[in-house]
């Protein structure tokens, strides 16, 4: 079973810059496809950022040029850099892994807050 926890959130003011981390256990992150994905209080769970096994990048459009997502397959860790942060951005941040079987799976979630 593919375990996911995630690290780095937390408070913090508009226009600052937090890093998520997510660790996953066993042995098949390197052939993952790895997201973040975020809900607001009152809204629906969103894709935020996700990258492929073969660093193919996407993102919602209202994260574009601010938020980076990465991944280091040998410390099987990806990694969300998030930028010029907005009250908008707040809410709880969800690691998924996607694997090859198209099975999903999710991390406990790490609670980040904009203030204004």
């Known amino acids: 079973q593919v375990q996911l926890v995630e690290f780095g959130g937390g408070l913090v003011q508009t226009g600052g810059s937090l890093r998520l981390s997510c660790v996953a256990s066993?042995?098949?992150?390197?052939?993952?496809?790895m997201g973040w994905y975020r809900q607001a209080p009152g809204k629906q769970r969103e894709l935020v950022a996700e990258?492929?096994?073969?660093?193919?990048?996407n993102y919602v459009d209202s994260v574009k040029g601010r938020f980076t997502i990465s991944r280091d397959n040998a410390k099987n860790t990806a990694y969300l850099q998030m930028n010029s942060l907005k009250p908008d951005d707040t809410g709880v941040y969800y690691c998924?892994?996607?694997?090859?079987?198209?099975?999903?799976?999710w991390g406990q979630g790490t609670q980040v807050t904009v203030s204004s």
């Open positions: 990258i492929t096994s073969g660093g193919r990048t």
């Open positions: 066993g042995n098949i992150f390197s052939s993952s496809r």
């Open positions: 998924t892994l996607l694997t090859i079987t198209a099975t999903r799976h």
